[in-house]
């Protein structure tokens, strides 16, 4: 079945960076649209970011020229790479993709952002 698991959040303080990391399986992931969604507590869940299969990229307004997206189909992982970061930015986030007409999602990490 697919199965997607993220990894890489943690604790940082305001202005530092994550890279977080989605591996999949179960799937042909290189023809597959991956995206980051984050949620805050109390909030609702919000889409992040967005990599096609030929690599075009698309951003919320909120994370432009600050995130970054990318994936390594030899691997099959999905990658956001999140430098200045601010407390705003603490939320579990969580990689989805669509296959036959269903989203597939991770389970999600935890990126808590604060001095």
């Known amino acids: 079945q697919v199965q997607l698991v993220e990894s890489g959040g943690g604790s940082v303080q305001p202005g530092g960076s994550l890279r977080l990391s989605c591996a999949v399986s179960?799937?042909?992931?290189?023809?597959?649209?991956m995206h980051w969604y984050r949620q805050a507590p109390g909030k609702e869940r919000e889409w992040v970011a967005v990599?096609?299969?030929?690599?075009?990229?698309n951003y919320a307004d909120s994370v432009k020229g600050r995130f970054s997206i990318s994936r390594d189909n030899a691997k099959k992982m999905a990658n956001l790479q999140m430098n200045s970061l601010k407390p705003e930015d603490t939320a579990v986030y969580y990689c989805?993709?669509?296959?036959?007409?269903?989203?597939?999602w991770g389970k999600g990490t935890l990126v808590t952002v604060s001095s």
């Open positions: 989805k993709l669509m296959w036959n007409g269903l989203d597939y």
């Open positions: 179960g799937t042909y992931f290189s023809t597959k649209r």
């Open positions: 990599i096609t299969s030929d690599g075009s990229t």
